[in-house]
């Protein structure tokens, strides 16, 4: 085991960048990005993003016994890297999709297929040196399963229900599923692409559409990166009017998947009245700050619109209705047996493995990971709130399902009190406008899990790079080891217990 | 659960009343509905949602069809699981290049006679996310597209108003 200081009493081997704000970002020399490696393969850091640019990987790192957030930056001209996937699995997939889009080659990675390019795209490494592609498309090669009586079941990209695309193959023996690997990547927009050179608001637009189940997070996230770029002091109210909305966007998300989920053990009646109570806060929303979704509200240096004091009523109004109808529903979950049946035990995973691959949100704290970016490193308001971190250990749907029901539980005490203290005074401030290059960070608590974002601004004050890190990464590769040894059957009920995002994965 | 069953029974439903269909859309349409696919059709669609890349927005406000508020099944409208099932398709994103392909089958194996309905302004031309590499910008650069709901994302009110603008232009020929 590595010495709890070790990340930061390493990093002073590090060349500091300055302008990186609010953690460090340090060069390192490839000995000590091997170094970092044998780290975290060894020790409680968890990976928090692997993201690259032209002659550049990125690694942020994150020290849970000392709590200390850091990035590594290793400078690779020649366009190769010591592969992080070769000790720390859950990196290989943001490696290969690092040399799709950059053309950066992680040496030594296990695994060198292609991830988010299938071939089609008009240009190679579109974020690298966006060469023409060479025009041959290669099938791509699953990985094997071998065995007597086994059978494949290729599902997607396109499914049966209102759901994104994804590909999902299956290798069963008769009902049992043996593997299941994924392969995503249909819904890869070429974000980061578009972001490179845009305007600040601009990039908020798209931002606020990596992911529109999340758009409020993600929003954030940015706002937060560049403003702690720019180092732009934003107005109290603004702060808590975010939270308000962060918290309606958790709350709505979570009724509609835990409606969801029950819909998907055949229990439509629970679907039924979670997706009523889903609307109603949609609306709430809508009536407060002139959008269901809430889709650029959240704006760089405040948020769009001042919540008037009908808006106030409006919320005080939903979170009453919302103490009257969610508890029967609660009770409902809880003495309905034949729906346990499907939930209980469905869709373990392995709590050790939640804690390696770093995974957040709903399945990282039904899995005895208690990582909340709210609470760590946390933002404002949420110092001033009181709060719990729920925790289940059980690891299964249920246990996914019990974590949603007290983080509704939660929120409604958190915009409780959000509506009590709320601060007088603006909801916007200017952004500063260094003249720089600058770069920040931010690690946001949406509701699927911490969103990262970083990004670097050019002394005019458009965007150089910017990489949004979707929480989903480090969820996906679990949902193939949940599968395994539950029945094909039960593979809709674990799937949306998760909820992974594929726009926000494929990007 | 009976409780629960039983003051449902009771309370007084939330479903709104429908709305009036979208004059946009019925001119949009009204050039493009012949006889001879309303006598087979009737009064039912069912529709087949497709993701060609959308950021998962318009797909949110497409399940609140299904909610106790907006009930689209009251209307004939019936979401099913594959398109050889399918009258409609409900298309929503800027068509991705990784998509492009997974949507021509799929319209290829909806049965004629069809309807395309493009959600969102993804849909129309690929809205914000026109002119990137990945994607090809726009439903009807790919398949013949009836009708557009443009909307980032539309709210449900608008896609139920699109979509009984499809069933009134049908009914009026």
Redesign the interface.
């Given at each position: 085991m590595m010495s709890a200081a070790s990340l930061r009493t390493m990093l002073d081997d590090g060349q500091p960048v300055t302008k990186h704000h609010p953690w460090p970002r340090v060069i390192v020399t490839a000995e000590l990005w091997n170094a970092l490696l044998d780290g975290l393969a060894s020790s409680d850091w968890t990976m928090l993003g692997l993201w690259g640019e032209i002659g550049m990987a990125h690694l942020a790192l994150y020290e849970d016994s000392s709590e200390t957030i850091i990035v590594a930056s290793l400078s690779c001209p020649d366009g190769r890297f010591p592969s992080v996937g070769r000790i720390h699995s859950p990196a290989q997939r943001l490696e290969r999709t690092m040399a799709d889009l950059i053309g950066l080659q992680p040496i030594g990675a296990p695994d060198y297929r292609p991830w988010l390019d299938h071939g089609c795209w008009p240009v190679r490494h579109p974020l690298g040196a966006a060469t023409a592609p060479t025009g041959m498309r290669s099938p791509y090669r699953f990985l094997p399963a071998e065995g007597e009586s086994l059978h494949q079941i290729p599902v997607g990209p396109v499914h049966a229900g209102i759901i994104e695309p994804g590909h999902f193959r299956f290798t069963a023996n008769g009902e049992t599923v043996v593997r299941l690997e994924q392969r995503l990547g249909y819904v890869h927009k070429g974000i980061e692409s578009l972001l490179s050179g845009a305007t600040i608001d601009q990039a908020a637009r798209w931002l606020g559409r990596v992911s529109g189940d999340s758009t409020v997070a993600y929003a954030l996230a940015f706002v937060r990166a560049v403003e702690a770029a720019t180092k732009t002091v934003v107005p109290d109210r603004a702060h808590w009017l975010r939270a308000l909305m962060a918290e309606l966007e958790r709350l709505a998300n979570h009724c509609g998947d835990i409606g969801a989920i029950c819909n998907d053990a055949a229990f439509a009646l629970m679907l039924a009245h979670c997706a009523v109570l889903r609307e109603k806060i949609l609306r709430a929303s809508a009536e407060c700050f002139g959008h269901r979704l809430l889709m650029d509200c959240i704006v760089p240096g405040g948020v769009i619109a001042d919540l008037s004091v009908d808006g106030v009523k409006t919320v005080r109004a939903l979170m009453a209705e919302l103490r009257r109808d969610f508890p029967p529903l609660v009770e409902l979950y809880d003495n309905t047996a034949s729906l346990q049946d499907r939930t209980v035990n469905t869709g373990f995973v392995r709590p050790a493995l939640i804690k390696q691959f770093g995974c957040g949100g709903t399945i990282g704290r039904a899995g005895g990971r208690a990582f909340d970016a709210r609470r760590w490193p946390g933002y404002p308001p949420y110092d001033q709130l009181t709060f719990e971190t729920p925790l289940l250990t059980d690891s299964d749907v249920n246990a996914r399902v019990w974590l949603r029901i007290h983080e509704v539980q939660q929120s409604l005490h958190l915009i409780e009190q959000i509506l009590q203290q709320l601060p007088m005074g603006p909801v916007y401030m200017e952004l500063n406008r260094p003249g720089q290059i600058c770069e920040g960070m931010a690690l946001i608590e949406g509701f699927r899990g911490d969103i990262l974002v970083w990004l670097r601004l050019n002394a005019d004050n458009t965007v150089a790079r910017c990489h949004p890190r979707d929480p989903s990464w480090f969820q996906w590769p679990l949902l193939e080891a949940a599968i395994e040894n539950n029945i094909v059957a039960d593979f809709p009920i674990c799937n949306k217990s998760f909820n992974g995002s594929y726009s926000g994965h494929d990007l | 659960?009976r409780?629960?069953?039983l003051q449902n029974l009771l309370q007084s439903p939330?479903t709104i009343p429908p709305p009036p269909p979208s004059e946009a859309a019925l001119t949009e349409l009204a050039a493009k509905i012949n006889r001879a696919t309303q006598r087979r059709l009737g009064r039912s669609l069912s529709i087949r949602?497709?993701?060609?890349?959308?950021?998962?927005?318009?797909?949110?406000?497409?399940?609140?069809l299904?909610?106790?508020?907006y009930d689209l099944e009251r209307f004939g409208f019936h979401?099913v699981?594959?398109?050889r099932h399918a009258d409609v398709l409900l298309v929503t994103?800027?068509v991705?290049?990784?998509?492009?392909?997974?949507l021509e089958r799929?319209y290829a194996a909806t049965p004629d006679p069809k309807w395309v309905v493009a959600v969102g302004d993804c849909g129309r031309d690929g809205g914000?996310?026109a002119?990137?590499?990945?994607?090809v910008g726009g439903i009807s650069a790919v398949i013949p597209v009836d009708l557009h709901i443009p909307g980032?994302?539309p709210?449900p009110m608008q896609l139920l108003q699109g979509l009984l603008a499809l069933l009134q232009a049908q009914e009026s020929r």
């Open positions: - | 659960m409780k629960l069953l939330l949602q497709v993701d060609a890349g959308s950021c998962n927005g318009c797909e949110l406000e497409i399940h609140a299904n909610n106790a508020f979401i699981a594959s398109p994103g800027p991705t290049v990784n998509m492009k392909e997974a799929t914000v996310f002119g990137s590499y990945a994607c980032c994302p709210t």
